[in-house]
């Protein structure tokens, strides 16, 4: 493998969204041997139990180190008095301050860019096996497109909801379905940190193939989804947990009815968007 030269946004400032591989031993070791990417598949059982509820959670993929390693990068994009250089090559960053100074809560896409372990993140063997076992149909290992990144941190004593939604709503990139979620977990989550909760079954749900809701959605309204359930779906609305442990990532279809709670301690994920390569 060549090794990486990124071309500059600025003078001095890499944008490593230039760089279509893993960057040598940064996050993992790059595959050589092709027979080495089936390591990372998914057992028939797990790629059964995702068509079952819609998801499939508590993959490990992270060590603690490595999770740690990332949340210092995740810590410089929220701090204003340190600014990283290539701040203006996320397509979208929000932050907003509550009360102490590190109750920041932070939203943000194309982190991939700024740093060599967002980049490598979406590089994953991990990622990238299972993403190619569940989106085609033979369930056989593709290349699969990086469509995607984004950033969330949930600040400490927080009392905002993400409602009941599905991604489908908000990004309808392929028809029919050919994309999913992969979510990392970059603490533990838990009840009282806003982990995220599952409805299963509901992947399922739709109306003529397109999402319950397809309008502009309004995230603080957690229960806003419920007015157009069926009198069935009501009944099916049971929502599991998913406690992810650090390091650990869940894969989501783009139908299933996801949200999460306020939190009373502080949460950081991260999430990428997979699709089907159709080239090959
Ligand atoms: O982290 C959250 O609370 C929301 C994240 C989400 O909706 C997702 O990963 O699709
Ligand atoms: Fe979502």
């Known amino acids: 493998m060549s090794v990486a030269v990124p071309e500059e946004f600025l003078p001095g400032v890499p944008d490593f969204s230039t760089v279509h591989h893993s960057i040598e031993n940064y996050l993992f070791k790059p595959i050589t041997d092709l027979k080495d990417w089936a390591k990372f598949k998914l057992t028939d059982q797990q790629i059964e139990q995702y068509w079952k509820d819609g998801y499939l959670l508590n993959i490990p993929v992270l060590s603690h180190d490595q999770c740690d390693r990332i949340n210092e990068d995740v810590k410089r994009l929220m701090d204003d008095t340190d600014r990283h250089p290539g701040i203006d090559m996320l397509y ?21 860019r700024l740093t060599k372990l967002f980049h490598d993140l979406v590089f994953h063997p991990q990622f990238l096996v299972p993403t190619s076992q569940l989106i085609n149909s033979d ?55 806003g982990a995220l909760y599952y409805i299963p079954g509901s992947h399922r749900w739709n109306r003529d193939g397109g999402p319950l809701l397809d309008t502009e959605l309004d995230f ?61």
């Open 92 to 112: 979208k960053h929000h932050t907003k301050k509550s009360g102490q100074s590190n109750n920041v809560f932070l939203h943000c896409q194309g982190q991939w």
């Open 139 to 193: 369930r056989t290992l593709k290349k699969v497109r990086f469509w995607h990144d984004q950033l969330f941190v949930k600040p400490p004593k927080n009392d905002k909801v993400v409602a009941w939604h599905q991604d489908y709503s908000l990004w309808t990139k392929t028809t029919p379905i050919k994309h999913l979620i992969v979510h990392v977990a970059l603490d533990n989550q838990t009840e009282e940190n």
């Open 220 to 280: 603080e309204n957690m229960d806003i989804i419920k007015t157009v359930l069926t009198e069935e779906e009501r009944a099916q609305f049971k929502p599991v947990c998913g406690n992810l442990k650090k390091g650990e990532i869940s894969l989501h279809h783009p139908l299933v009815v996801h949200g999460s709670y306020g939190n009373r301690y502080k949460r950081v994920s991260l999430k990428t968007n997979e699709i089907k390569n159709n080239n090959k």
